[in-house]
């Protein structure tokens, strides 16, 4: 599948999982099947735009979050674009704990 679908789909499972919902609740929020749920998580469905307008509105998410900085084509990313790619994909507590580690890094190394 595109790696449009993948990143889609990894921010979904990261909405979901903040909300604390399960794909069954988000599946009957958006209706639509927890099995289809599943495979848009994991990248391996296309889904249309109404389709995606329905879990990003049960997700309470808007649209251009969930396609926020993805870039396509023969455009190679920036370390930067891949970093912010793997963080989006990770809960807030994870955010939060990866710019702490970061910071930390980066004070570090001003005080050597």
């Known amino acids: 599948m595109s790696n449009i ?17 399960s794909q069954e609740t ?3 929020k958006a209706g639509l099947h ?3 749920i599943g495979q848009l998580e994991r990248g391996e469905k296309n ?5 995606i307008e329905k879990v990003a509105f049960a997700l ?8 926020e ?6 455009h190679t990313q920036t370390t930067a674009e ?6 989006q994909s990770k809960s807030q507590k994870q955010q939060k704990m ?9 004070q570090y190394q001003s005080d050597q």
Do not use: H, S, W
């Open 5 to 21: 679908a993948k990143i889609v789909g990894e921010r979904l499972r990261n909405y979901r999982m903040q909300l604390g919902y």
């Open 60 to 67: 309470e998410v808007p649209l251009e979050k969930l396609f």
């Open 34 to 36: 927890p099995t289809y």
């Open 69 to 74: 900085k993805i870039v396509l084509g023969e």
């Open 82 to 87: 891949k970093c912010y790619n793997m963080i």
């Open 98 to 106: 990866l710019y702490d580690i970061l910071q930390m890094v980066l």
């Open 26 to 28: 988000l599946a009957e």
């Open 47 to 51: 889904a249309t735009l109404e389709t």
